[in-house]
């Protein structure tokens, strides 16, 4: 069996912090964990680092009428799963132990990134993921962090912040775990009816169609991506866009080389994103 240790207090975390053998590598999460954390905390044990894992559902990047209050709470079942993939701690705080003043007044500010995409159907939510990882890189001590491909945008903001901020961790980006059949991987996966979760694979296979006329320019992709979302109505698109991967900004129709076509929609009562690299010119993207 493991030594897990689990860290509940700011003070059980820097006992258990300061007994791990460095690089700590640090995989922060909202808990209810899946096979996409598990992939993140495995490729840092790959790199001979000391695996801490945070769960913790962040108040501060979930918007009024959002789905706080119905997230997934699964922390035995986490446990189970970061100490048989090799994580060394869990830090699981309430938000009393990261907030212990109340909603903080100075927070962290995306900027212009965080306002497009997700940030422009979730308001505040890049301040509050970016306020939450530059407390938890302190308060961890990380050297290294791990973020999912998955959650494109938050890895270019945190990518961003790190520099923008010279907060002096290493961020290392892991690519987007599936199900058999396309589905990323999510927490919020577990909220799909049976019906849903047909439905759900709309969107992969929007990606895969997008992906698959990359070779043919911008609005091929856009097309073909479109097309597959349209025949899919149950499946409510918030956006589809392809789209620099460093800027953001919907690519132009002469656009050749590395984009991000990623999409969002809402699928009986659940939003799920995802999305896809791609290069543009270039047969299968
Ligand atoms: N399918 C996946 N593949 C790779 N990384 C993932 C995947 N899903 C989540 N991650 C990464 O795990 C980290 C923690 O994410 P989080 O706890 O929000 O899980 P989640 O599945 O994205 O949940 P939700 O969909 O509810 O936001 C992030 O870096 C995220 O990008
Ligand atoms: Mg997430």
Same mark, same amino acid.
């Not at 965080?114 to 970016?130: Q, Y």
């Given at each position: 069996?493991?030594?897990l240790?689990?860290?509940?207090?700011?003070?059980?975390?820097?006992?258990? /912090?300061a007994?791990?053998?460095?690089?700590?590598?640090?995989?922060?999460?909202?808990?209810?964990?899946?096979? $996409?954390?598990?992939?993140?905390?495995?490729?840092?044990?790959s790199?001979?680092?000391?695996?801490?894992?945070?769960?913790?559902?962040?108040?501060?990047?979930?918007?009024?009428?959002?789905?706080?209050?119905?997230?997934?709470?699964?922390?035995?079942?986490?446990l189970?799963?970061? +100490?048989?993939?090799?994580?060394?701690?869990?830090?699981?705080?309430?938000?009393? #132990?990261?907030?212990?003043?109340?909603?903080?007044?100075?927070?962290?500010?995306?900027?212009?990134?965080?306002?497009?995409?997700?940030?422009a159907?979730?308001?505040?939510?890049?301040?509050?993921?970016?306020?939450?990882?530059?407390?938890?890189?302190?308060?961890? /001590?990380?050297?290294?962090?791990?973020f999912?491909?998955?959650?494109?945008?938050?890895?270019?903001?945190?990518?961003r912040m790190?520099?923008? &901020?010279?907060?002096? =961790?290493?961020?290392?980006?892991?690519?987007?775990?599936?199900?058999?059949?396309?589905?990323?991987?999510?927490?919020?996966? @577990?909220?799909?009816?049976?019906?849903?979760?047909?439905?759900?694979?709309?969107?992969?296979?929007?990606?895969?169609?997008?992906?698959?006329?990359?070779?043919? $320019?911008?609005?091929? #992709?856009? /097309? +073909?991506?479109?097309?597959?979302?349209?025949?899919?109505?149950?499946?409510?698109?918030?956006?589809?866009?392809? =789209?620099?991967?460093?800027? &953001?900004?919907?690519?132009?129709?002469?656009? @050749?080389?590395?984009?991000?076509?990623?999409? +969002?929609?809402?699928?009986?009562?659940?939003?799920l994103?995802?999305?896809?690299?791609?290069?543009?010119?270039?047969?299968? $993207?």
């Amino acid at each position: 069996m493991s030594d897990l240790v689990v860290a509940r207090t700011r003070a059980e975390l820097a006992a258990a /912090r300061a007994a791990l053998p460095s690089p700590v590598a640090v995989v922060m999460t909202m808990g209810a964990l899946h096979a $996409g954390h598990a992939h993140l905390i495995r490729e840092a044990r790959s790199r001979g680092e000391s695996v801490l894992v945070t769960v913790f559902l962040n108040p501060l990047q979930f918007g009024a009428g959002e789905d706080l209050a119905r997230y997934p709470r699964t922390l035995d079942a986490d446990l189970a799963l970061a +100490a048989a993939e090799g994580a060394a701690v869990v830090f699981a705080p309430g938000p009393d #132990v990261v907030y212990p003043d109340g909603d903080p007044g100075v927070r962290v500010s995306a900027g212009a990134l965080g306002d497009v995409l997700e940030g422009a159907s979730r308001p505040g939510h890049f301040d509050g993921v970016l306020t939450v990882v530059a407390k938890l890189m302190h308060l961890t /001590r990380a050297d290294v962090c791990l973020f999912g491909q998955k959650d494109a945008q938050q890895l270019l903001l945190v990518r961003r912040m790190v520099r923008d &901020l010279d907060l002096g =961790v290493d961020v290392v980006a892991v690519p987007t775990v599936r199900e058999a059949d396309g589905l990323a991987m999510s927490s919020r996966n @577990r909220y799909l009816s049976p019906f849903d979760r047909e439905v759900a694979l709309a969107l992969h296979r929007s990606l895969s169609a997008g992906e698959a006329a990359a070779a043919e $320019g911008p609005s091929a #992709v856009r /097309r +073909a991506a479109r097309d597959v979302l349209r025949a899919e109505p149950a499946a409510r698109v918030d956006y589809l866009a392809l =789209v620099d991967p460093l800027t &953001l900004a919907d690519v132009p129709e002469h656009f @050749r080389g590395e984009a991000l076509l990623a999409v +969002a929609a809402r699928v009986g009562s659940t939003r799920l994103i995802d999305n896809v690299p791609l290069v543009i010119g270039r047969a299968g $993207g």
